[in-house]
Protein backbone atom coordinates (compact mmCIF):
# COMPACT_ATOMS: atom_id res chain seq x y z
CA UNK A 1 0.00 0.00 0.00
CA UNK A 2 1.06 3.46 -0.89
CA UNK A 3 0.44 6.84 1.01
CA UNK A 4 -0.27 9.74 -1.37
CA UNK A 5 0.49 13.78 -0.58
CA UNK A 6 -0.32 16.06 -3.60
CA UNK A 7 2.10 19.55 -3.16
CA UNK A 8 1.98 22.50 -5.15
CA UNK A 9 5.00 23.60 -6.08
CA UNK A 10 6.24 27.31 -6.47
CA UNK A 11 9.52 26.37 -8.51
CA UNK A 12 8.72 23.55 -10.31
CA UNK A 13 12.08 23.77 -12.08
CA UNK A 14 14.20 24.36 -8.85
CA UNK A 15 12.17 21.09 -7.14
CA UNK A 16 12.55 19.26 -10.30
CA UNK A 17 17.01 19.94 -10.41
CA UNK A 18 16.87 19.05 -6.08
CA UNK A 19 15.02 16.37 -6.75
CA UNK A 20 17.31 14.79 -9.13
CA UNK A 21 20.21 15.47 -6.91
CA UNK A 22 18.66 13.92 -3.95
CA UNK A 23 18.24 10.55 -5.62
CA UNK A 24 21.90 10.05 -5.94
CA UNK A 25 21.74 8.72 -2.28
CA UNK A 26 20.23 5.32 -3.72
CA UNK A 27 21.12 2.08 -5.84
CA UNK A 28 18.74 2.05 -8.06
CA UNK A 29 16.84 5.60 -9.56
CA UNK A 30 14.67 5.61 -12.74
CA UNK A 31 14.35 9.39 -13.94
CA UNK A 32 12.11 10.01 -16.95
CA UNK A 33 11.35 14.21 -18.14
CA UNK A 34 9.72 15.23 -20.84
CA UNK A 35 11.57 18.51 -20.50
CA UNK A 36 8.10 20.33 -20.95
CA UNK A 37 8.33 19.07 -24.52
CA UNK A 38 4.71 19.97 -26.15
CA UNK A 39 3.06 16.81 -27.01
CA UNK A 40 -0.08 15.28 -27.01
CA UNK A 41 0.26 11.79 -25.45
CA UNK A 42 1.83 13.22 -22.04
CA UNK A 43 0.78 11.87 -18.69
CA UNK A 44 3.50 13.33 -16.71
CA UNK A 45 6.11 16.46 -17.19
CA UNK A 46 8.89 14.11 -15.20
CA UNK A 47 9.14 10.82 -12.66
CA UNK A 48 11.33 9.84 -10.32
CA UNK A 49 11.23 6.44 -8.53
CA UNK A 50 14.06 5.52 -6.21
CA UNK A 51 14.78 2.80 -3.43
CA UNK A 52 14.21 -1.10 -4.80
CA UNK A 53 11.66 -2.78 -2.32
CA UNK A 54 11.20 -5.68 -5.13
CA UNK A 55 13.35 -6.43 -7.92
CA UNK A 56 13.44 -8.78 -11.01
CA UNK A 57 16.86 -8.87 -13.21
CA UNK A 58 16.96 -11.87 -15.34
CA UNK A 59 18.72 -12.66 -19.07
CA UNK A 60 16.51 -13.21 -22.25
CA UNK A 61 15.40 -17.07 -21.49
CA UNK A 62 12.02 -16.53 -20.42
CA UNK A 63 12.02 -13.05 -19.56
CA UNK A 64 8.93 -12.32 -20.99
CA UNK A 65 7.01 -14.91 -18.54
CA UNK A 66 8.95 -13.63 -15.64
CA UNK A 67 8.38 -10.26 -16.39
CA UNK A 68 4.68 -11.00 -16.77
CA UNK A 69 4.66 -12.54 -12.88
CA UNK A 70 6.61 -10.42 -11.88
CA UNK A 71 4.02 -7.23 -12.66
CA UNK A 72 1.23 -9.21 -12.12
CA UNK A 73 2.16 -10.29 -8.93
CA UNK A 74 3.48 -7.13 -7.43
CA UNK A 75 0.46 -4.78 -9.02
CA UNK A 76 2.08 -1.48 -8.63
CA UNK A 77 4.56 0.40 -10.20
CA UNK A 78 7.55 -1.24 -11.69
CA UNK A 79 10.22 0.72 -13.55
CA UNK A 80 13.13 -0.51 -15.59
CA UNK A 81 14.20 -1.29 -18.73
CA UNK A 82 14.13 -4.02 -21.66
CA UNK A 83 17.20 -4.65 -23.61
CA UNK A 84 17.19 -5.35 -27.41
CA UNK A 85 18.89 -8.91 -26.66
CA UNK A 86 14.93 -9.92 -25.17
CA UNK A 87 14.31 -10.66 -29.27
CA UNK A 88 16.28 -13.68 -28.46
CA UNK A 89 13.28 -14.63 -26.25
CA UNK A 90 10.52 -13.99 -28.86
CA UNK A 91 12.14 -15.62 -32.02
CA UNK A 92 14.55 -17.90 -32.71
CA UNK A 93 17.48 -15.43 -32.62
CA UNK A 94 20.74 -15.16 -30.75
CA UNK A 95 23.26 -12.22 -29.56
CA UNK A 96 26.86 -13.17 -30.18
CA UNK A 97 28.80 -9.82 -30.41
CA UNK A 98 31.42 -7.98 -28.64
CA UNK A 99 29.82 -6.77 -24.93
CA UNK A 100 32.02 -5.33 -22.43
CA UNK A 101 29.24 -3.27 -20.61
CA UNK A 102 27.37 -6.74 -19.00
CA UNK A 103 23.88 -5.52 -18.29
CA UNK A 104 21.00 -7.77 -17.49
CA UNK A 105 19.04 -8.19 -20.58
CA UNK A 106 16.02 -6.97 -18.22
CA UNK A 107 15.66 -5.43 -15.49
CA UNK A 108 12.85 -3.35 -13.59
CA UNK A 109 11.91 -2.54 -9.71
CA UNK A 110 8.92 -1.40 -7.50
CA UNK A 111 10.04 1.90 -6.05
CA UNK A 112 9.64 2.55 -2.13
CA UNK A 113 9.34 6.39 -2.95
CA UNK A 114 7.92 8.02 -6.18
CA UNK A 115 7.34 11.38 -7.02
CA UNK A 116 4.95 12.42 -10.37
CA UNK A 117 5.36 16.03 -11.83
CA UNK A 118 2.68 17.64 -13.47
CA UNK A 119 2.81 21.33 -14.47
CA UNK A 120 3.12 22.65 -11.27
CA UNK A 121 2.12 19.69 -8.97
CA UNK A 122 3.79 17.00 -7.56
CA UNK A 123 2.04 13.71 -6.61
CA UNK A 124 4.27 11.89 -4.00
CA UNK A 125 3.72 8.06 -3.27
CA UNK A 126 5.01 6.22 -0.37
CA UNK A 127 5.34 2.88 0.57
CA UNK A 128 3.80 2.58 3.65
CA UNK A 129 7.16 1.11 5.25
CA UNK A 130 8.88 4.13 4.69
CA UNK A 131 6.12 6.88 5.16
CA UNK A 132 8.43 7.74 8.65
CA UNK A 133 10.70 8.96 6.08
CA UNK A 134 8.27 10.95 4.50
CA UNK A 135 8.58 14.30 5.96
CA UNK A 136 12.10 14.15 6.61
CA UNK A 137 12.87 14.15 2.64
CA UNK A 138 10.41 16.82 2.23
CA UNK A 139 12.39 19.21 4.10
CA UNK A 140 15.96 18.45 2.13
CA UNK A 141 13.75 18.86 -1.18
CA UNK A 142 11.75 21.95 -0.14
CA UNK A 143 14.23 23.65 1.56
CA UNK A 144 17.22 22.83 -0.79
CA UNK A 145 19.29 21.41 2.03
CA UNK A 146 22.26 19.10 1.07
CA UNK A 147 20.94 15.83 2.70
CA UNK A 148 23.47 13.31 1.78
CA UNK A 149 26.80 13.35 0.45
CA UNK A 150 27.59 12.21 -3.61
CA UNK A 151 29.97 8.87 -2.98
CA UNK A 152 30.52 8.81 -6.48
CA UNK A 153 32.88 12.54 -6.90
CA UNK A 154 36.06 10.64 -7.41
CA UNK A 155 38.34 12.87 -10.27
CA UNK A 156 38.14 12.05 -14.21
CA UNK A 157 40.49 12.18 -16.56
CA UNK A 158 39.95 12.99 -20.35
CA UNK A 159 37.74 10.42 -22.05
CA UNK A 160 38.93 8.89 -25.17
CA UNK A 161 36.84 7.66 -27.79
CA UNK A 162 37.82 4.78 -29.91
CA UNK A 163 35.94 3.61 -32.58
CA UNK A 164 34.45 -0.14 -33.13
CA UNK A 165 33.99 -0.14 -36.97
CA UNK A 166 36.22 2.03 -38.76
CA UNK A 167 34.82 4.40 -41.92
CA UNK A 168 36.37 1.84 -44.86
CA UNK A 169 34.46 -1.03 -42.93
CA UNK A 170 31.38 0.45 -42.69
CA UNK A 171 31.02 1.43 -46.38
CA UNK A 172 31.79 -2.52 -46.88
CA UNK A 173 29.29 -3.42 -44.45
CA UNK A 174 26.59 -0.97 -45.32
CA UNK A 175 27.49 -2.10 -49.28
CA UNK A 176 26.74 -5.87 -47.30
CA UNK A 177 23.02 -4.76 -46.54
CA UNK A 178 22.71 -3.47 -49.76
CA UNK A 179 23.59 -6.71 -51.27
CA UNK A 180 20.66 -8.03 -49.23
CA UNK A 181 18.13 -5.62 -49.94
CA UNK A 182 19.14 -5.62 -53.96
CA UNK A 183 18.61 -9.38 -53.63
CA UNK A 184 14.94 -9.10 -51.84
CA UNK A 185 16.43 -10.67 -48.68
CA UNK A 186 14.48 -7.04 -46.79
CA UNK A 187 13.84 -3.86 -47.55
CA UNK A 188 15.02 -2.07 -44.67
CA UNK A 189 17.75 -2.78 -41.83
CA UNK A 190 19.00 -0.33 -39.11
CA UNK A 191 22.36 -0.76 -38.80
CA UNK A 192 24.40 0.30 -35.50
CA UNK A 193 27.74 1.03 -34.45
CA UNK A 194 29.58 1.53 -31.48
CA UNK A 195 32.10 4.22 -30.05
CA UNK A 196 33.66 3.10 -26.53
CA UNK A 197 36.14 4.10 -23.87
CA UNK A 198 37.61 1.73 -21.78
CA UNK A 199 39.32 2.50 -18.36
CA UNK A 200 37.54 5.16 -17.98
CA UNK A 201 35.30 7.22 -15.24
CA UNK A 202 33.00 9.87 -15.77
CA UNK A 203 30.57 11.67 -13.53
CA UNK A 204 27.22 10.13 -14.39
CA UNK A 205 24.55 12.95 -12.94
CA UNK A 206 27.02 15.52 -14.45
CA UNK A 207 27.12 13.92 -17.91
CA UNK A 208 22.80 13.33 -18.08
CA UNK A 209 22.68 16.79 -17.00
CA UNK A 210 24.95 18.15 -20.03
CA UNK A 211 23.58 15.48 -22.53
CA UNK A 212 20.17 16.45 -21.80
CA UNK A 213 21.05 20.47 -21.89
CA UNK A 214 22.17 20.00 -25.05
CA UNK A 215 19.34 18.15 -26.84
CA UNK A 216 16.22 18.79 -24.41
CA UNK A 217 14.42 16.01 -25.55
CA UNK A 218 11.34 14.70 -24.66
CA UNK A 219 11.79 11.03 -23.43
CA UNK A 220 15.29 11.73 -21.42
CA UNK A 221 15.84 8.99 -18.64
CA UNK A 222 18.38 8.83 -15.96
CA UNK A 223 18.59 4.97 -14.83
CA UNK A 224 21.34 3.99 -12.23
CA UNK A 225 21.27 0.47 -11.04
CA UNK A 226 24.09 -0.13 -8.48
CA UNK A 227 27.07 0.70 -10.81
CA UNK A 228 25.54 0.77 -14.12
CA UNK A 229 24.12 3.55 -15.61
CA UNK A 230 21.92 4.69 -19.05
CA UNK A 231 21.91 8.66 -19.42
CA UNK A 232 19.41 8.80 -22.26
CA UNK A 233 18.20 11.75 -24.76
CA UNK A 234 16.04 10.21 -26.48
CA UNK A 235 13.43 11.69 -28.62
CA UNK A 236 11.59 8.90 -29.56
CA UNK A 237 8.48 7.53 -27.54
CA UNK A 238 8.36 3.23 -28.44
CA UNK A 239 4.66 2.36 -26.81
CA UNK A 240 2.21 3.40 -24.83
CA UNK A 241 -0.56 1.84 -22.96
CA UNK A 242 -3.42 4.73 -21.95
CA UNK A 243 -6.49 2.72 -21.13
CA UNK A 244 -7.48 0.78 -24.34
CA UNK A 245 -5.30 2.52 -26.13
CA UNK A 246 -2.00 1.72 -27.31
CA UNK A 247 0.54 4.22 -29.13
CA UNK A 248 3.90 3.97 -30.95
CA UNK A 249 5.37 7.02 -32.59
CA UNK A 250 8.52 5.58 -34.71
CA UNK A 251 11.36 8.21 -35.94
CA UNK A 252 12.45 7.71 -38.94
CA UNK A 253 14.03 10.06 -40.73
CA UNK A 254 17.15 13.08 -39.77
CA UNK A 255 18.20 16.43 -40.90
CA UNK A 256 20.78 18.62 -39.12
CA UNK A 257 19.60 21.70 -37.59
CA UNK A 258 21.20 25.21 -38.60
CA UNK A 259 21.82 28.72 -36.43
CA UNK A 260 20.42 30.55 -39.69
CA UNK A 261 16.83 30.10 -39.47
CA UNK A 262 16.37 30.54 -43.25
CA UNK A 263 18.49 28.05 -43.81
CA UNK A 264 17.22 26.01 -41.01
CA UNK A 265 13.82 26.27 -42.53
CA UNK A 266 14.86 24.90 -45.68
CA UNK A 267 16.81 21.83 -43.52
CA UNK A 268 13.27 21.18 -42.57
CA UNK A 269 11.66 21.72 -45.60
CA UNK A 270 14.12 19.22 -47.24
CA UNK A 271 13.63 16.70 -44.48
CA UNK A 272 9.89 16.68 -45.17
CA UNK A 273 9.93 15.84 -48.85
CA UNK A 274 13.01 13.75 -48.72
CA UNK A 275 11.51 10.51 -50.99
CA UNK A 276 14.35 8.46 -49.25
CA UNK A 277 13.74 9.53 -45.88
CA UNK A 278 9.71 9.34 -46.66
CA UNK A 279 10.05 5.82 -47.37
CA UNK A 280 12.41 4.40 -44.68
CA UNK A 281 9.53 5.76 -42.39
CA UNK A 282 6.63 4.18 -44.53
CA UNK A 283 8.22 1.13 -44.12
CA UNK A 284 8.64 1.33 -40.44
CA UNK A 285 4.90 2.40 -40.30
CA UNK A 286 3.67 -0.53 -42.03
CA UNK A 287 5.81 -3.13 -39.47
CA UNK A 288 4.60 -1.09 -36.65
CA UNK A 289 0.87 -1.48 -37.59
CA UNK A 290 1.79 -5.14 -38.46
CA UNK A 291 2.93 -5.70 -35.35
CA UNK A 292 -0.03 -3.36 -33.09
CA UNK A 293 -2.46 -5.83 -35.22
CA UNK A 294 -1.29 -8.96 -33.18
CA UNK A 295 -3.41 -7.67 -30.44
CA UNK A 296 -5.58 -4.71 -31.47
CA UNK A 297 -9.28 -5.34 -31.49
CA UNK A 298 -10.47 -5.85 -34.96
CA UNK A 299 -10.27 -2.34 -37.71
CA UNK A 300 -8.84 -0.50 -34.73
CA UNK A 301 -5.31 -0.07 -35.84
CA UNK A 302 -4.81 3.75 -37.95
CA UNK A 303 -2.00 5.81 -38.51
CA UNK A 304 -2.46 9.42 -36.85
CA UNK A 305 0.15 11.31 -38.38
CA UNK A 306 2.27 9.83 -40.92
CA UNK A 307 5.92 11.86 -41.84
CA UNK A 308 5.44 14.92 -39.82
CA UNK A 309 8.59 16.77 -38.82
CA UNK A 310 8.96 17.77 -35.26
CA UNK A 311 12.14 19.98 -34.14
CA UNK A 312 14.45 19.46 -31.58
CA UNK A 313 17.40 21.23 -30.20
CA UNK A 314 20.18 19.46 -32.39
CA UNK A 315 18.28 17.79 -35.01
CA UNK A 316 14.79 17.63 -37.21
CA UNK A 317 12.63 14.24 -37.22
CA UNK A 318 10.25 12.80 -39.21
CA UNK A 319 8.05 11.18 -36.73
CA UNK A 320 4.93 8.93 -37.37
CA UNK A 321 2.06 8.17 -35.06
CA UNK A 322 0.10 4.59 -34.79
CA UNK A 323 -2.58 3.87 -32.78
CA UNK A 324 -4.58 0.98 -31.60
CA UNK A 325 -7.24 -0.53 -29.51
CA UNK A 326 -6.61 -3.81 -26.84
CA UNK A 327 -9.44 -5.58 -24.88
CA UNK A 328 -9.04 -4.64 -21.40
CA UNK A 329 -8.13 -8.34 -20.81
CA UNK A 330 -5.24 -8.49 -23.24
CA UNK A 331 -1.89 -8.05 -20.99
CA UNK A 332 0.16 -5.31 -20.91
CA UNK A 333 3.41 -7.80 -21.38
CA UNK A 334 1.86 -9.46 -23.97
CA UNK A 335 1.29 -6.06 -25.95
CA UNK A 336 5.10 -5.16 -25.43
CA UNK A 337 5.81 -8.74 -26.52
CA UNK A 338 4.21 -8.66 -29.61
CA UNK A 339 6.00 -5.41 -30.72
CA UNK A 340 9.09 -6.23 -29.41
CA UNK A 341 11.97 -4.55 -30.13
CA UNK A 342 10.96 -1.54 -31.93
CA UNK A 343 10.79 -1.60 -35.69
CA UNK A 344 12.83 1.79 -35.69
CA UNK A 345 15.67 -0.19 -35.06
CA UNK A 346 15.52 -3.34 -36.62
CA UNK A 347 14.55 -2.87 -40.14
CA UNK A 348 11.76 -5.10 -42.77
CA UNK A 349 10.52 -7.73 -42.74
CA UNK A 350 11.98 -7.74 -39.03
CA UNK A 351 12.96 -10.89 -38.43
CA UNK A 352 15.39 -11.12 -41.24
CA UNK A 353 16.41 -7.61 -40.56
CA UNK A 354 17.80 -8.68 -37.20
CA UNK A 355 19.38 -11.78 -38.45
CA UNK A 356 21.65 -9.66 -40.92
CA UNK A 357 22.13 -7.05 -38.55
CA UNK A 358 23.52 -9.46 -35.96
CA UNK A 359 25.94 -10.65 -38.46
CA UNK A 360 27.50 -7.45 -39.41
CA UNK A 361 27.27 -5.71 -36.27
CA UNK A 362 30.76 -5.95 -34.20
CA UNK A 363 28.60 -5.01 -30.90
CA UNK A 364 25.75 -6.87 -28.78
CA UNK A 365 23.58 -3.95 -28.12
CA UNK A 366 22.15 -4.25 -25.04
CA UNK A 367 20.06 -1.83 -23.33
CA UNK A 368 20.68 0.34 -26.81
CA UNK A 369 17.20 0.26 -28.51
CA UNK A 370 15.77 -0.96 -25.79
CA UNK A 371 13.65 0.58 -23.67
CA UNK A 372 13.22 2.43 -20.15
CA UNK A 373 9.89 3.05 -18.70
CA UNK A 374 7.31 2.00 -16.47
CA UNK A 375 4.21 -0.02 -16.06
CA UNK A 376 1.63 1.38 -13.52
CA UNK A 377 -0.91 -0.34 -11.25
CA UNK A 378 -3.56 -0.33 -13.83
CA UNK A 379 -1.58 -1.73 -16.10
CA UNK A 380 -0.79 1.32 -18.20
CA UNK A 381 2.66 1.60 -19.45
CA UNK A 382 5.10 3.79 -21.35
CA UNK A 383 8.44 3.39 -22.41
CA UNK A 384 11.00 5.29 -24.89
CA UNK A 385 13.26 3.98 -27.38
CA UNK A 386 17.15 4.32 -25.70
CA UNK A 387 18.79 5.78 -28.76
CA UNK A 388 21.17 9.10 -28.13
CA UNK A 389 22.82 7.51 -25.18
CA UNK A 390 25.33 7.12 -23.07
CA UNK A 391 26.05 3.34 -21.17
CA UNK A 392 28.35 3.49 -18.56
CA UNK A 393 29.11 0.46 -16.36
CA UNK A 394 31.38 2.21 -13.54
CA UNK A 395 33.03 -0.72 -12.03
CA UNK A 396 34.59 -2.26 -15.25
CA UNK A 397 35.03 1.96 -16.27
CA UNK A 398 33.66 1.68 -19.49
CA UNK A 399 31.60 4.05 -21.38
CA UNK A 400 29.89 3.38 -24.48
CA UNK A 401 27.67 5.15 -27.17
CA UNK A 402 26.00 3.30 -30.31
CA UNK A 403 24.56 5.35 -32.87
CA UNK A 404 22.59 3.96 -36.14
CA UNK A 405 20.70 4.76 -38.98
CA UNK A 406 18.15 2.87 -42.16
CA UNK A 407 19.76 1.58 -45.16
CA UNK A 408 17.32 1.21 -47.76
CA UNK A 409 17.58 1.06 -51.67
CA UNK A 410 18.48 4.51 -51.68
CA UNK A 411 20.96 4.57 -49.13
CA UNK A 412 24.27 6.38 -50.04
CA UNK A 413 27.06 4.86 -47.21
CA UNK A 414 28.82 8.38 -46.95
CA UNK A 415 25.52 10.04 -46.60
CA UNK A 416 24.70 6.93 -43.76
CA UNK A 417 28.30 7.48 -42.42
CA UNK A 418 27.83 11.15 -41.79
CA UNK A 419 24.01 10.80 -40.64
CA UNK A 420 25.66 8.62 -37.51
CA UNK A 421 28.38 11.41 -37.03
CA UNK A 422 25.40 14.23 -36.50
CA UNK A 423 23.59 11.94 -34.07
CA UNK A 424 26.84 11.19 -32.27
CA UNK A 425 27.56 14.64 -31.87
CA UNK A 426 25.61 15.46 -28.64
CA UNK A 427 27.44 12.24 -26.80
CA UNK A 428 31.08 13.06 -28.06
CA UNK A 429 30.85 16.21 -27.26
CA UNK A 430 29.48 16.29 -23.37
CA UNK A 431 32.15 13.08 -23.08
CA UNK A 432 34.95 15.13 -24.97
CA UNK A 433 33.89 18.05 -23.43
Known amino acids: MRTIQNHILKDPE ?67 YLSYDLKNDIEALSSKN ?89 YEANFCQEFYAENTCIHPLETYQNLNNISNPPFASFVKLYDKYVLCASPERYIKKEAETIISQPIKGTAKRSDNPEEDSLLKLALANDEKERSENIMIVDLVRNDLSKTALKGSVNVEELCKIYTFDQVHQMISTVISKVDSETHPVDIIKSTFPMGSMTGAPKISAMKIIETLEETKRGVYSGGVGYFAPNGDFD ?44 MREVLEN
Open 14 to 80: TFKNQLLIWAQQFDDVVWLDSNNYEQKFSSYDTILAVDAFTSIQTDFKDCFEKLKEYQTTTKDWIFG
Open 98 to 186: HDDLGFPDLCFFQPKKLFLLKDNQVEIQYLNCVYDELEEDLKCLFENKECHTDRSRNSCGEVKIKLRIHKDEYFQKVNKILDHIHRGDI
Open 383 to 426: FNVVIRSILYNASKQYISYSVGGAITAKSDPLKEYEECLVKAKA
